[in-house]
């Protein structure tokens, strides 16, 4: 418990209580804006379960900071703020390692391991901000990493959300580590044309595994537990594209890796609408217009294909690609298949929009189709250094390490 100001007045931050905060938390979200991307504000609207978005991770607690007046003797209660955290083992680096087999010595790269935080969903009411209820939360939920083994804590705002970076860069000794892109496309109501050069297979959850450990477990942020990411109910699937003609059928996993085409790629596709909603705000009447007059031209005439924008100015559901990869010359149209037939996927599921996110430099970003109106270019992930490393300590101290290509970001913390 934390008892901050006067005797009539007290803010108190302790553990959430679903069985009487649901209502307090889902009023904050409502009044708190959580994201925009230039013109137009996301909102969430948590499907009356606000620990979800953390509730598939490993370890996970939520807060919420409660403010308590008294008043002829009697006390008033109510939410001010919350925040979410949670906790899993990443690949925060690679080492080399010599191995001999066949009585021929060669090299290989090894991951290395971290136990890593993550702050999301901070809110504090407007009506309570700069009173330092969020700096409290933070503390408080930094207690909790350090108790529970994290060596880093990690949190994912936007530049231009100054009042968030100022916190953890200027009051909580967080650093500027990574701007990766936040890449928006939205479901036409037309689907879209898959190349008919390109043979896309769907992977078994084991198979995905297999294939993800053996081509990604080195990539910065990869999961040590990916297996249950893969498992969870709100994974839809992971899907192989490769040029048409290679294979006569699927070969497997196995017979993938020892005889791989030499262009392929691959990603899996998260289920957020059973998680969360979004909302598009801050739009003009004009555009709003524009939108709807793009709907009924596609539905007038719909051979045209018009690339009609979705309603996205009410509560509309998303799909997640993530663990996007691959290799050689056609990667690059290899991922715009993969990126096409997820679209088609969430058109089918009557979702509003596709979101990615991938590293600022990713080669395959040139694949991905998005709307720069709705997207991110640059998202920013800030980090602290809690404690020393568990791992062989040929790393060093990971928030100084310079950025790859590829990041893995986890759909659970999206």
């Not at 708190?32 to 504000?41: D, H, I, P, R, Y």
């Not at 598939?56 to 919420?64: C, D, E, K, N, T």
């Not at 001999?100 to 136990?115: A, E, G, I, R, Y």
């Not at 088609?344 to 080669?363: H, I, K």
Request: positive net charge.
């Amino acid at each position: 418990m934390v008892v901050l100001n006067d005797d009539q007045v007290r803010i108190v931050v302790r553990e959430f209580n679903a069985k009487k905060d649901c209502k307090e938390v889902e009023e904050v979200e409502r009044r708190c804006e959580v994201g925009s991307t230039g013109k137009l504000s996301l909102f969430t609207d948590l499907l009356g379960d606000p620990i979800c978005r953390v509730r598939h991770s490993p370890a996970y607690l939520m807060l919420v900071a409660e403010i308590v007046v008294r008043s002829g003797g009697e006390e008033k209660r109510g939410i001010v703020g919350m925040i979410r955290g949670c906790i899993k083992t990443v690949t925060c680096g690679k080492r080399m390692c010599r191995d001999v087999k066949n009585n021929h010595d060669f090299t290989k790269h090894l991951p290395v391991f971290t136990k890593l935080a993550y702050i999301l969903g901070l809110r504090v009411s407007p009506y309570h901000r700069r009173k330092g209820i969020g700096l409290k939360l933070v503390r408080k939920m930094e207690e909790w990493f350090i108790e529970n083994g994290a060596e880093y804590s990690y949190i994912a705002t936007e530049n231009d959300n100054h009042a968030s970076v100022k916190l953890f860069t200027h009051k909580c000794g967080y650093s500027k580590f990574r701007t990766p892109s936040i890449l928006v496309q939205p479901v036409f109501a037309h689907r879209v044309k898959i190349s008919t050069c390109v043979t896309i297979f769907k992977l078994s959850p084991n198979e995905a595994e297999t294939l993800y450990r053996h081509k990604f477990s080195t990539t910065e942020f990869f999961p040590k537990d990916i297996d249950s990411i893969l498992n969870n109910k709100l994974n839809l699937g992971t899907f192989l594209a490769v040029p048409k003609g290679h294979y006569s059928g699927w070969p497997g996993v196995n017979g993938f890796l020892t005889g791989q085409p030499e262009s392929w790629a691959v990603l899996s596709v998260w289920n957020c609408k059973d998680v969360f909603k979004l909302e598009v705000r801050g739009a003009s009447r004009v555009t709003k217009g524009l939108a709807k007059t793009s709907r009924l031209m596609d539905r007038a005439f719909p051979w045209l294909k018009v690339p009609s924008v979705p309603e996205v100015f009410r509560p509309f559901g998303l799909h997640f690609l993530y663990g996007l990869g691959g290799e050689g010359p056609l990667s690059i149209k290899l991922t715009k298949a993969l990126c096409d037939f997820a679209h088609n996927l969430a058109g089918d599921s009557r979702c509003g929009v596709v979101v990615t996110e991938v590293a600022s430099c990713e080669p395959l970003k040139l694949g991905i189709p998005h709307w720069k109106k709705l997207s991110c270019a640059e998202d920013l992930w800030c980090i602290k250094r809690l404690g020393e490393d568990y791992s062989d300590g040929s790393l060093g101290d990971w928030t100084k390490s310079k950025p790859g290509l590829s990041i893995f970001v986890d759909p659970r913390e999206f």
